[in-house]
Nanobody, 124 residues
Framework: QVQLVESGGGLVQAGGSLRLSCAAS????????MGWFRQAPGKDREFVAA???????YYADSVKGRFTISRDNAKKTVALQMDTLKPEDTAVYYC??????????????????WGQGTQVTVST
């Protein structure tokens, strides 16, 4: 089993930046896929970004060009650099991972490990 711990959320003004980090522990092998989802009040959890072990990245259309995902396979960490933040980016952001190979990295039910979540609030 993998434990995921996020850090880096907070309050920022629109147009600002935040960096989220997530560290995986509990297994010696680095997860095949690591990524981020978010959930705003009253809405379903939605895909934000993901990266597979080989470095291929996936982004939601709403964050392309503003968010950048990166990971360190040796350290089993994943980060999300969020720039040009908008009020609609306000949500709880969840780190996720799949140790096994998965084909649909943007699908919520493909992942089997989740962090506790970190709040990101973007003010106008």
């Amino acid at each position: 089993q993998v434990q995921l711990v996020e850090s880096g959320g907070g309050l920022v003004q629109a147009g600002g930046s935040l960096r989220l980090s997530c560290a995986a522990s509990g297994r010696t092998v680095s997860p095949y896929a690591m990524g981020w989802f978010r959930q705003a009040p009253g809405k379903d959890r939605e895909f934000v970004a993901a990266m597979d072990w080989g470095g291929t990245t996936y982004y939601a259309d709403s964050v392309k060009g503003r968010f950048t995902i990166s990971r360190d396979n040796a350290k089993k960490t994943v980060a999300l650099q969020m720039d040009t933040l908008k009020p609609e980016d306000t949500a709880v952001y969840y780190c996720t991972a799949s140790v096994a190979w998965i084909s649909r990295l943007s699908e919520f039910n493909e992942y089997d490990e989740w962090g506790q979540g970190t709040q990101v609030t973007v003010s106008t």
